[in-house]
């Protein structure tokens, strides 16, 4: 069976960064794309981007352009997000969720709670 | 980028039937697919209607999905409401360039 598992919540400091991880199983990696969406508390869900699992092409939300880095390593089947010069409207917790294409979400992580607190 | 317009909440009785809309602000709803996803408090989202219309497996009949090009949305009905499909319920669509658009989410109340 198809399982997105995501790493554990994060503590960190404005200006920091956090790179969460997202390991699949259940299906060959390579013919899916993986998205990134976030939630903050309280809110709804917010699209981040998603990257090929196949040729690593990534699509970024315009709102997170030069802050966000998404790849993958194709020998574990995981994927990574990486936010950098993290704010406190960051706190979130983020899913990942596999993408078929055009663009839809059939599995999703357990989701990762990412606090940015000084 | 278009946005996705969904009421805050809506709420009806067991048994009822309920319709939430999903209205799109520019471009056809008709260009793109939509999704709905159900997220249960403290839970990940589940897809409930993908491509417009298409339930996946598992997904009760009673959830159905259909667009509307008249007003420009898509709607997600559910008939013979049970207290377990209370919930947020969003709708998810994209543009051309597959950058994802979701919207604001719907608090459905079973009461």
């Known amino acids: 069976q198809v399982q997105l598992v995501q790493s554990g919540a994060e503590v960190k400091k404005p200006g920091a960064s956090v790179k969460v991880s997202c390991k699949a199983s259940?299906?060959?990696?390579?013919?899916?794309?993986i998205s990134w969406v976030r939630q903050a508390p309280g809110q709804g869900l917010e699209w981040m981007g998603w990257?090929?699992?196949?040729?690593?092409?990534?699509n970024y939300a315009q709102k997170l352009q030069g802050r966000v880095t998404m790849t993958t390593d194709t020998s574990t089947s995981t994927a990574y997000m990486e936010l950098r010069s993290l704010r406190s409207d960051d706190t979130a917790v983020y899913y990942c969720?596999?993408?078929?294409?055009?663009?839809?979400?059939?599995?999703w992580g357990q989701g990762t709670l990412v606090t940015v607190s000084s | 980028n278009f946005m996705l317009t969904q009421p805050h909440s809506v709420s009806e009785s067991p048994g009822k039937t309920v319709t939430i809309s999903c209205t799109r602000s520019?471009?056809?709803?008709?260009?793109?697919?939509v999704q709905w996803y159900q997220q249960r408090p403290g839970s990940s989202p589940t897809t409930v209607i993908y491509e417009d219309n298409q339930r996946p497996s598992g997904v009760p009949d009673r959830f159905s999905g259909s667009i509307d090009s008249s007003s420009n949305s898509a709607s997600l009905t559910i008939s013979g409401l049970k207290t377990e499909d209370e919930a947020d319920y969003y709708c998810?669509?994209?543009?051309?360039?597959?950058?994802?658009?979701f919207g604001g989410g719907t608090k459905l109340t079973v009461l």
């Open positions: 259940g299906y060959t990696f390579t013919s899916y794309g």
């Open positions: 990257i090929s699992a196949y040729n690593g092409n990534t």
């Open positions: 969720a596999r993408v078929i294409l055009p663009v839809e979400f059939d599995y």
């Open positions: 998810q669509s994209y543009d051309s360039s597959a950058f994802v658009v």
């Open positions: 520019s471009g056809s709803i008709a260009s793109n697919y």
